[in-house]
């Protein structure tokens, strides 16, 4: 190889731009792959194969719900099979992957409108489009843990159930 390029090389297989050898899947790359067949069948509503993807003692931190304790696969599915009641045609779109190590951060956009009751928030059948941001950590080819958080004033305001400010004078 031309030495004045490896620096450049190295630095792009430290980033996790090149992989080690043609063919083979990083960690990282193995990682965001597993983040990515997640939230596709999130979207597709396929409980099964999430389940596959989730380990048994999957834990779910949010500030966001600070009332749900999710601290098992089962406990997780189920949080995710009320959240696709509530929100029927929600959809999950990622924007942003990074990965190092076993974590996975993600950047995403979830839309969806309210059908169902939300706590204490009848159903308002409008819709909803925030940003949310996570970081998943990857144990034995499984999703073992989430920290994710979003703005749940924003939420509740496109929802209606918070007004809006009062316009500044």
């Avoid at 409108?113 to 939300?118: I, P, V």
């Avoid at 080819?141 to 305001?157: H, I, Y």
């Amino acid at each position: 190889m031309n030495q004045s390029l490896y620096p450049f090389f190295a630095g792009l297989s430290m980033l996790g731009l090149m992989s080690a050898s043609p063919g083979s899947a990083t960690t990282e790359q193995k990682n965001k792959a597993l983040v990515r067949r997640f939230g596709e069948a999130s979207n597709a509503r396929q409980f099964d194969v999430l389940a596959q993807l989730v380990s048994d003692d999957f834990v779910r931190h949010c500030q966001a719900t600070p009332d749900v304790d999710v601290r098992s696969r089962e406990q997780f599915i189920e949080f995710l099979r009320r959240d696709a009641a509530v929100f029927p045609d929600a959809r999950q779109t990622a924007r942003h992957l990074v990965a190092e190590g076993d974590l996975v951060a993600f950047w995403a956009t979830y839309e969806g409108t309210q059908e169902g009751q939300m706590g204490p928030f009848p159903p308002s059948h409008k819709k909803m489009q925030i940003d949310f941001a996570g970081v998943f950590r990857v144990r034995d080819g499984q999703l073992a843990e989430l920290w994710v958080t979003w703005d749940n004033l924003a939420s509740l305001r496109q929802l209606g159930h918070v007004a809006p400010p009062p316009p500044a004078q």
